[in-house]
């Protein structure tokens, strides 16, 4: 069974831009949650889609956004791009929101000069 | 809010030595506890869990038991392997039984074996 994939798995990006990351969840899994990865802060939750809605979020701010699709791939838009963005983000998937094991794919390394 | 401390490293241990991650926690009601491993380059897997207190959660000769008197939850393995070398988070999660959503990971313990 193919586990989680992330694309792309690295990326370069200018302060400014804008970008959007994808998430492929394991097949039949439903929930999909994203997670920042950065040396400092370590890992912390961005948000968890279900469904196609949004159920849960972290404290980041609106220039992270996310959506799901209906056959549960989820994307994670970062706008207007600062330094401190420049991280390791990481997607969950899983079949329902609780009762069940988070499974990670390998990351998207997002680097912004 | 809920929170997890561990030890940050790195733990250098040589070859077959007896291992021990601290790991305490805050958090209200009860929440459920689990050790993740991050191989260089790769995402997070579970490596064992526990939802209830007393609840012992064990993978691969890794053994970790929910301690809710001392809010702690340590990761031990009597003999490491240099391929047991990784990234070991700590985490809690407020949703029963687990999930993919709100975990809360401690900073990350980086564990070296030397052979």
């Known amino acids: 069974k193919a586990g989680v994939t992330q694309t792309p798995r690295y990326l370069i990006k200018t302060r400014g831009q804008q970008v959007t990351l994808s998430c492929s969840p394991i097949?039949?899994?439903?929930?999909v949650s994203w997670y920042q990865q950065t040396p400092g802060q370590g890992l912390q939750f961005l948000f968890e889609?279900?469904?196609?809605?949004?159920?849960n979020k972290g404290n980041f701010p609106g220039r992270f956004s996310g959506r799901q699709f209906s056959n549960s791939r989820s994307e994670m838009n970062v706008s207007t791009l600062e330094l401190g963005d420049s991280a390791l983000y990481l997607c969950?998937?899983?079949?329902?929101?609780?009762?069940?094991?988070?499974?990670f794919g390998q990351g998207t390394r997002l680097t912004v000069v | 809010g809920n929170s997890v401390t561990q030890m940050e490293g790195p733990v250098t241990l040589s070859e077959e030595a007896f291992l021990t991650i601290n790991c305490t926690y805050t958090a209200t009601g009860y929440p459920s506890l689990f050790w993740y491993v991050q191989y260089p380059g790769e995402g997070l897997q579970l490596l064992l869990k526990?939802?209830?207190?007393?609840d012992k959660g064990s993978n691969k000769g890794f053994e970790a038991t929910y301690r809710k008197e001392t809010t702690s939850f340590h990761l031990e393995k009597g003999s490491v392997q240099v391929s047991d070398s990784a990234v070991y988070f700590c985490a809690l999660s407020d949703r029963p039984g687990g999930g993919a959503d709100g975990l809360t990971f401690g900073k990350g313990t980086h564990l070296i074996i030397q052979p």
């Open positions: 889609y279900f469904s196609e809605t949004q159920r």
């Open positions: 526990a939802t209830k207190a007393d």
């Open positions: 097949s039949g899994h439903r929930s």
């Open positions: 969950a998937s899983s079949l329902r929101w609780e009762n069940t094991e988070a499974f």
